[in-house]
C-alpha cells in the first residue's frame, strides 16, 4: 500500500507448518498485494472489509526452471534471521528432500548447499530453541545460484519431563549435607505415613544407632549402640539424654510412653559425640529430642 511519501510500503511474515500466514493492522479498502519469497513468482491481490478479518487462500506458483537448466545444478544459499530482531541464526540445520545433503548455518545465518538438481524443493530449518519450521524454494540449474532470506520465528520447544526433588534443609547441627552423615530423624510426615506407632518409644525402636532395653509402658531405657561391648555393667542403664522441646528431663525414658502420638512433630536421636558437642557432659552418652506440635527444627518459621 502507498505510504504518506507515496511510497510502497512492505511487510514480511513467514508461514506456519500448515502454510498459514498472517498480518494485522492492515487499512481497509486497499488492495494488499501478495507474493512468495521465491524470485519472480505470480502476485495476488486480496482486499479487506471494514470491521472483520479477512481469510484468503492464496495460490501462488514458482516459475518453471528455464529449460536448458532442467538437467543442471545450482547453488542454494540460505540465510536464517531471527524473525524479532533479524539477528543471525546460527546452528540451524537445514534439509532439502530429494535426498539432498544437508547443511547447518554459521554465524553469519547462511547455510550453503552446492550442486543441488534443479527443481522444487521442501525445506526444512530446525533448531534447538526455535523449533522447526517447513517451506519450500525452487532451485535453478545451469550454475544459477538460488538465494533466499528465511525469517524464523521463535516457538515454544517440547522439553523432556524434568522431575524435581525438593529436600528439606534442617537448620545447625541437623543439617545432614554440613554434617556429612544421615540424621536420625522421624518428623510428623512419616509418622502419618507410617502408621502403627503406638508411642513414642515405638518411633525410636527405628533407629539403627539405639539400644531399647524393657518394653510395654514400664520402665525403658534407650541407650546408644556405640557404648555397648564397652566397660560400663551391661546391667545398668547408661541411658541417652532425654529432652522435650530443648528442656532436659533425665536419662529415664519412661515419660515418653505417656506423650500422645498427635502430640508430637519430631523425634531426634544424636549420637554421643554429636550430642556433646552440643549439650556438654550431660549428653556424653548421647540425646533423644522430642518435640510436640509446632515446635523443633522441622516446623516451617517465617523467613526459613
Known amino acids: ?26 487499512p481497509v479498502g486497499v488492495a494488499v498485494r501478495v ?8 502476485r495476488a491481490e486480496v482486499r479487506l472489509e471494514a470491521g472483520r478479518p479477512g481469510v484468503r487462500d492464496v495460490v501462488l506458483d514458482a516459475p518453471a526452471p528455464p529449460a536448458n537448466a532442467a538437467t543442471g545444478r545450482g547453488r542454494v544459499v540460505l540465510r ?23 547443511a547447518v548455518s554459521d554465524r553469519q545465518g547462511l547455510a550453503t548447499i552446492e550442486r543441488v538438481p534443479a527443481g522444487s524443493y521442501g525445506v526444512q530449518i ?7 519450521i517447513n517451506t519450500r524454494i525452487a532451485v535453478q540449474g545451469g550454475g544459477i545460484p538460488t538465494e533466499m532470506d528465511v525469517r524464523v520465528p521463535k516457538r515454544p520447544v517440547t522439553l523432556e519431563p524434568i522431575v524435581v526433588q525438593a529436600k528439606r534443609v534442617l537448620p545447625g547441627v541437623f543439617n545432614e549435607d554440613r554434617r556429612g552423615r544421615r540424621l536420625d530423624i522421624i518428623t510428623r510426615d512419616e ?20 539400644n531399647i532395653k524393657g518394653s510395654g509402658t514400664g520402665d525403658i531405657c534407650i541407650e546408644s ?5 564397652t566397660m560400663l555393667n551391661a546391667a545398668e542403664c547408661n541411658g541417652v539424654q532425654l529432652f522435650l522441646d530443648d528442656m532436659a528431663i533425665g ?13 508430637v512433630e519430631s523425634v531426634i536421636f544424636l549420637k554421643p559425640t554429636e550430642a556433646f558437642s552440643v549439650y556438654g557432659f550431660i549428653a556424653d552418652k548421647g540425646a533423644l529430642l522430642v518435640y510436640t506440635r509446632g515446635n523443633g527444627p522441622t516446623v516451617r518459621r517465617d523467613g526459613y
Open 35 to 42: 507474493g512468495a519469497a521465491v524470485p519472480d513468482t505470480d
Open 251 to 263: 536419662e529415664g525414658a519412661s515419660f515418653i510412653s505417656a506423650i500422645p502420638m498427635d502430640n
Open 80 to 102: 536464517l534471521v531471527d524473525a524479532a530482531n533479524s539477528r543471525p541464526l546460527a546452528g540451524a540445520v537445514v534439509r532439502l528432500g530429494g535426498g539432498v545433503p544437508q
Open 126 to 132: 530446525r533448531h534447538e530453541a526455535y523449533g522447526t
Open 225 to 229: 549402640v556405640r557404648l555397648l561391648g
Open 191 to 210: 509418622i502419618d505415613r507410617r502408621p502403627g506407632a503406638s508411642t513414642v518409644a515405638d518411633l525410636v525402636r527405628r533407629f539403627p544407632n539405639v
Open 1 to 26: 500500500r502507498p505510504g504518506e511519501s507515496g511510497d510502497t510500503l512492505r511487510a514480511f511474515a513467514v508461514t506456519d507448518d500448515g502454510g498459514v500466514y498472517r498480518f494485522c493492522d492492515l
